[in-house]
Each structure stands twice: as structure tokens, then as C-alpha cells.
């Protein structure tokens, strides 16, 4: 059943006084100036996914329900608002006035307000940052949103939002991204100095046409929102760097769900694309990697079974056009799939044996059917083959220096470290002579890099190379990033227990409040 609800929504005035605490209160978080690039004035910002909105305002706090909505919002001097709405104006010397003309969920309202600065980076496009960090979003983003939003046009159909502007977040943001219309919210790891994590944001672009624009009409089926929008990105990505590339891209995120399954065992409830969410749940206790590449897999297979890529992307715009501004169940999309393809549903494609649609939706476990990655061989085999050079007891060192990874992109160089920590611990001095052989990668700006490299050198206790991981965790809170670095230290030897215990010592004020809980569950295990 599709709904669209165009109700107006207005709230008033966010009044002035000082911005004051690193305070989470639901998802209305209050970050004190250390928690901040510029570390000398704080900063306000919501995150309203998926039902912590209300935290923020009074409203209908589900994807089910859309509206417009206009905001009036004061701040102290020398601050400035920023918000997911269409058009914004200054009424005044501390007064902003935003209008989303668009019906959008109340998830997708956001709110930020700090010591911020613009630059415009495209046609239609600005990046926002604190001061300090302006010109190396600038250097980053130039040219670079376009590309993307333009391809995705070509695709999926026009881009209604009318702006595309990303707000780079404060060191202390804990998440990747956030789609929020008009404003994409995401983490400053990705300013490299080189671009090769500037493509992480076509995610958060083809939420623009698959979650924003199309929504999930309910939490137990995001996988309206994430698979599509996985499939759209690795779309995208295919016209822009080749398909080999995006092959590799899409291994890795397969490698990630049947690490999720395996922790979690292939039969648990979460593992399939319909969940039931109890009343009283939060839908974010349901997180987890399923409705992303499961998701992907399944629209994957869809396009399987129309056999014609130019068709699929001609049903896939479509669709956005049928159901644009309204929130829809898999039902709804499922029949306008058979309906949009006739031959299909003569063919009863939906109850094929062990791969009915039902079966999809509503039973857990590893996808039926797994698109082919094996173009992806040419990058991936190059890697593996370089990983193997390296866990030798004596290193081939011709062999090794006749291997050029200078034009490896970043998911190559991924692929290639992450074959090193499975393979770890490495024998003695292969790690030091590694990070000696590829300073790109073990001195990287890249953020993937890093933790890979904090990951390798604390899995083979390399104590030379341990600051790096400090510095790393100093200088950002991306969840992501950072809890895996304490699970490694809390996992190894005595000397990287005590780093971990240092580290959080002289950062657990720079953290989120999320953050910090979960490493203080980490660092003091319940039972110890």
C-alpha cells in the first residue's frame, strides 16, 4: 500500500544561548569545542534515523507518514544553521529561515549549527565545513558531485532535490554518512588529499532517488532503501570506473555479510529482508548488513531474471517515477516489478523452486542466488598473489618489487591488506619490511587504509608502528574505525591492552557519547 502524506509542518524558534556540553540527548547531539575540528566553539546537530526525530520535535516518527515542513531557527553570534531543507534564506543577523517543499520522513529532517563555512564545489552543489577544514572539502569535491549526480540522472531519472550539499561533520561524527536530503551529513575521514575516498558519497547520492524519494514504508523492510540504493551506487560505479572495479567493491561487502552471518549464525530472525519489529524495539537494535547486501542480491536477481541491463535501468527509473514521494512495502514494489514485466509473470518467476519471492522476504539465511563477481578476478587475483608474496618465511624480494600497486585504487589496496590480517600474524619482520616497502600504505591519509594498517600491525604486535594507531584514534570517532581498533588492542599483547587504556584516556573526551559507552564495554568486559 503506498502513502504519501503532503502535511505542512512548522516549529519554532531553536532560541540562543551557549551551545554547551558534548551531550547526547536521543539523537539531539551537543558537542563541546574539543569535540570539534576547530576545537574553539561547540556544535549542535540531530541524526534522525530511524525514530529519534522526536527527540528533536514533536511529529509522526515513522517512514510510513511524509510531510513538508518549514523551520525558524535563532543562534547564538558567530554561528550559522544549516539544515535538509530545499531553499534557506538569512532573515537576520542570527536568524535562518529553511523550507523543504518536498514531503519527506520525519527521519530525513536535520538540524546542524556551529562555526560554518561554504564553498561551492558545482552547479549545483556546496560543501559546508568548519573553517579549519574548508579548503580541503573544497580541493576534494570539485567537479566531483557533479559526475556522480549526473550519472545517476542518466539511470534512475531526474534529481528533484534541487542542491546536493555535504556538510563535513566534526571529528567526533561516529557514522560515514547520512543522506539527509539536500544535505548529505557525512565524516571528515574522507578528506584524504587525494580523492580516493570521494566516491563513498555515491552511496549516500542514490539515496536520493531509492530511500529519500522512494522510502521504506516500514523499518522491517529497509531493505527498500539499502539494497536499492547498494545497487544503485555499484550502477553507478560501473559507468564511472569499470566493472572489474566494482566487482572488487561488491566482494567486499559480500565477505562483510557472511562475516555478520557467521557471528550471528545464518538462521537468526534478522537474517532475512521482511523483519518483524516488536512493539518497544528500536529499529536500530535491528541494524546489521542484511538488508544492504542480501538486499543488493536480490534486486541483483531481479535483473537476472529480466536478462537485459538497458531494461532493468529503463524499469528501475520507472519505478522511482511511480512511487517518487510516497512510502511503499515490498509488496507494492514486487507487483509493479511482475506487472512491468508480463513475460515474467506468465513464467510465475516469483515461486520458482528455492528461489520464490517469498522465500527472499521471509526466510533467513545466505541469498539464494549471488550475482557474478568474477570480473572482479583481474584486481582481486593480483592481490591475493602479492598477500601470498608476504607470509613467506624468506620474503622474494624481486618477486615482490616486480609488483606495482601505485595505480591500485583504494578497494584493491583494501582487498590486498585485508588478505594480509587474515593471514596474520605474519612471520617475524615482515611487517616492518611491508610498511617499509609501501609508505602509501602504512603512512596513508586514507582512512580504510589506516585501520587496516592499525589492524595488521596490532595483530603482529609491530610495536614500532603502534602510535599510528594511537594518532589515528586521535584524530577522529568514526564508529566504524574506531571499535575495531579496540577490540585488536584489548585482544593482544599487554603492551597494545595499555595503549588501548592510554588512548581512550586522552580522547574519551573528543568521542560521542555512543562512542565512549561502547568502549568502556570493551575496555571492562561484563564478568571481569
Given at each position: 500500500?503506498?502513502r504519501?502524506?503532503?502535511?505542512g509542518?512548522?516549529?519554532?524558534?531553536?532560541?540562543?544561548?551557549?551551545?554547551?556540553?558534548?551531550?547526547?540527548?536521543?539523537r539531539?547531539?551537543?558537542?563541546?569545542?574539543?569535540?570539534?575540528?576547530?576545537?574553539e566553539?561547540?556544535?549542535?546537530?540531530?541524526?534522525?534515523?530511524?525514530?529519534?526525530t522526536?527527540?528533536?520535535?514533536?511529529?509522526?516518527?515513522?517512514?510510513?507518514?511524509?510531510y513538508?515542513?518549514?523551520?525558524?531557527?535563532?543562534?547564538?553570534?558567530?554561528?550559522t544553521?544549516?539544515?535538509?531543507?530545499?531553499?534557506?534564506?538569512k532573515?537576520?543577523?542570527?536568524?535562518f529561515?529553511?523550507?523543504?517543499?518536498?514531503?519527506?520522513?520525519?527521519?530525513?529532517?536535520a538540524?546542524?549549527?556551529?562555526?560554518?563555512?561554504?564553498?561551492?564545489?558545482g552547479?549545483r552543489?556546496?560543501?559546508?565545513?568548519?573553517?579549519?577544514?574548508?579548503?580541503?572539502?573544497?580541493?576534494?569535491?570539485?567537479g566531483?558531485?557533479?559526475?556522480?549526480?549526473?550519472?545517476?540522472?542518466?539511470?534512475?531519472?531526474?534529481?528533484?532535490?534541487?542542491?546536493?550539499?555535504?556538510?563535513?561533520?566534526?571529528?567526533?561524527?561516529p557514522?560515514?554518512?547520512?543522506e539527509?536530503?539536500?544535505?548529505?551529513?557525512?565524516?571528515?575521514?574522507?578528506?584524504?588529499?587525494?580523492?580516493?575516498?570521494?566516491?563513498?558519497?555515491?552511496?549516500?547520492?542514490?539515496?536520493?532517488w531509492?530511500?529519500?524519494?522512494?522510502?521504506?514504508?516500514?523499518?522491517?523492510?529497509?531493505?527498500?532503501?539499502?539494497?536499492?540504493?547498494?545497487?544503485?551506487?555499484?550502477r553507478?560505479?560501473?559507468?564511472?570506473?569499470?566493472?572489474?572495479?566494482?566487482?572488487?567493491?561488491?566482494?567486499?561487502?559480500?565477505?562483510?555479510?557472511?562475516?555478520?552471518?557467521?557471528?550471528?549464525?545464518?538462521?537468526?530472525?534478522?537474517?532475512?529482508?521482511?523483519?518483524k519489529?516488536?512493539?518497544?524495539?528500536?529499529?536500530?537494535?535491528?541494524?546489521?548488513?542484511?538488508?544492504y547486501?542480501?538486499g543488493?542480491c536480490?534486486?541483483?536477481?531481479l535483473?537476472h531474471?529480466?536478462?537485459?541491463?538497458?531494461?532493468?535501468?529503463?524499469f528501475?527509473?520507472?519505478?522511482?517515477?511511480?512511487?517518487?514521494?510516497?512510502?511503499?512495502?515490498?509488496?507494492?514494489?514486487?507487483?509493479?516489478?511482475?506487472?512491468?514485466?508480463?513475460?515474467?509473470?506468465?513464467?510465475?518467476?516469483?515461486?520458482?523452486?528455492?528461489?520464490?519471492?517469498?522465500?527472499?522476504?521471509?526466510?533467513?539465511?545466505?541469498?539464494?542466488?549471488?550475482?557474478?563477481?568474477?570480473?572482479?578476478?583481474?584486481?582481486?587475483?593480483?592481490?591475493?598473489?602479492?598477500?601470498?608474496?608476504?607470509?613467506?618465511?624468506?620474503?622474494?624480494?624481486?618477486?615482490?618489487?616486480?609488483?606495482?600497486?601505485?595505480?591500485?585504487?583504494?578497494?584493491?589496496?583494501?582487498?590486498?591488506?585485508?588478505?594480509?590480517l587474515?593471514?596474520?600474524?605474519?612471520?617475524?619482520?615482515?611487517?616492518?619490511?611491508l610498511?617499509?616497502?609501501?609508505?602509501?600504505?602504512?603512512?596513508?591519509?586514507?582512512?580504510?587504509?589506516?585501520?587496516?594498517?592499525?589492524?595488521?600491525?596490532?595483530?603482529?604486535?609491530?610495536?614500532?608502528?603502534f602510535?599510528?594507531v594511537?594518532?589515528?584514534?586521535?584524530?577522529?570517532?568514526?564508529?566504524?574505525?574506531?571499535?575495531?581498533?579496540?577490540?585488536?588492542?584489548?585482544?593482544?599483547?599487554?603492551?597494545?591492552?595499555?595503549?588501548?587504556?592510554?588512548?581512550?584516556a586522552?580522547?574519551?573526551?573528543?568521542l560521542?557519547s555512543?562512542?565512549?559507552?561502547?568502549i568502556?564495554?570493551?575496555?571492562?568486559?561484563?564478568?571481569?
Amino acid at each position: 500500500m503506498a502513502r504519501d502524506k503532503g502535511h505542512g509542518l512548522s516549529f519554532g524558534q531553536l532560541e540562543g544561548g551557549a551551545l554547551v556540553g558534548g551531550y547526547s540527548g536521543g539523537r539531539v547531539t551537543w558537542l563541546a569545542p574539543e569535540q570539534t575540528a576547530g576545537k574553539e566553539k561547540p556544535f549542535v546537530y540531530t541524526q534522525g534515523q530511524a525514530v529519534l526525530t522526536r527527540a528533536f520535535f514533536p511529529c509522526f516518527d515513522t517512514p510510513t507518514v511524509k510531510y513538508r515542513y518549514s523551520a525558524l531557527v535563532e543562534v547564538p553570534d558567530g554561528f550559522t544553521a544549516v539544515m535538509s531543507a530545499s531553499t534557506w534564506e538569512k532573515t537576520g543577523p542570527n536568524k535562518f529561515f529553511f523550507k523543504m517543499c518536498h514531503p519527506v520522513p520525519s527521519y530525513l529532517i536535520a538540524l546542524a549549527v556551529g562555526d560554518l563555512v561554504s564553498a561551492e564545489v558545482g552547479p549545483r552543489s556546496r560543501v559546508w565545513a568548519e573553517p579549519c577544514l574548508i579548503e580541503a572539502a573544497k580541493e576534494e569535491y570539485s567537479g566531483v558531485i557533479e559526475e556522480f549526480l549526473t550519472t545517476g540522472e542518466k539511470l534512475f531519472g531526474p534529481y528533484v532535490w534541487g542542491r546536493y550539499d555535504v556538510l563535513f561533520m566534526p571529528p567526533s561524527f561516529p557514522f560515514g554518512g547520512m543522506e539527509n536530503p539536500c544535505l548529505t551529513f557525512v565524516t571528515p575521514c574522507l578528506l584524504t588529499g587525494d580523492r580516493s575516498l570521494a566516491d563513498v558519497i555515491i552511496h549516500e547520492i542514490s539515496h536520493s532517488w531509492f530511500g529519500n524519494l522512494v522510502t521504506n514504508a516500514s523499518w522491517g523492510e529497509s531493505w527498500l532503501n539499502e539494497g536499492f540504493t547498494m545497487y544503485a551506487q555499484r550502477r553507478i560505479s560501473t559507468i564511472l570506473y569499470g566493472v572489474a572495479y566494482t566487482c572488487l567493491e561488491a566482494a567486499t561487502g559480500r565477505a562483510l555479510l557472511r562475516q555478520h552471518m557467521d557471528i550471528t549464525g545464518e538462521d537468526h530472525p534478522l537474517n532475512k529482508l521482511r523483519v518483524k519489529i516488536e512493539p518497544g524495539v528500536d529499529p536500530d537494535d535491528t541494524y546489521n548488513e542484511t538488508p544492504y547486501e542480501k538486499g543488493f542480491c536480490f534486486v541483483s536477481y531481479l535483473a537476472h531474471l529480466v536478462g537485459d541491463q538497458d531494461q532493468f535501468d529503463n524499469f528501475l527509473k520507472a519505478y522511482v517515477d511511480e512511487f517518487k514521494f510516497q512510502s511503499i512495502l515490498a509488496d507494492d514494489f514486487l507487483e509493479f516489478y511482475l506487472d512491468y514485466f508480463p513475460e515474467l509473470k506468465e513464467r510465475k518467476v516469483d515461486s520458482i523452486p528455492g528461489l520464490e519471492f517469498d522465500r527472499w522476504l521471509n526466510t533467513p539465511g545466505w541469498p539464494p542466488y549471488l550475482p557474478d563477481l568474477s570480473p572482479g578476478d583481474s584486481l582481486m587475483k593480483p592481490a591475493e598473489e602479492l598477500a601470498r608474496l608476504w607470509v613467506t618465511e624468506e620474503l622474494d624480494v624481486q618477486a615482490i618489487e616486480a609488483v606495482s600497486i601505485s595505480a591500485w585504487k583504494t578497494y584493491q589496496l583494501i582487498y590486498f591488506l585485508d588478505e594480509i590480517l587474515r593471514k596474520s600474524p605474519l612471520p617475524s619482520g615482515n611487517v616492518k619490511k611491508l610498511g617499509e616497502t609501501y609508505p602509501a600504505i602504512s603512512s596513508a591519509r586514507n582512512a580504510e587504509l589506516q585501520l587496516r594498517w592499525g589492524q595488521i600491525v596490532l595483530k603482529n604486535d609491530h610495536q614500532e608502528d603502534f602510535w599510528k594507531v594511537k594518532a589515528f584514534l586521535q584524530s577522529q570517532g568514526k564508529q566504524k574505525y574506531t571499535l575495531p581498533l579496540y577490540h585488536a588492542m584489548m585482544g593482544g599483547s599487554e603492551v597494545a591492552q595499555t595503549l588501548a587504556r592510554e588512548t581512550f584516556a586522552s580522547t574519551a573526551s573528543q568521542l560521542h557519547s555512543n562512542v565512549v559507552n561502547y568502549i568502556q564495554q570493551i575496555l571492562e568486559p561484563k564478568g571481569s
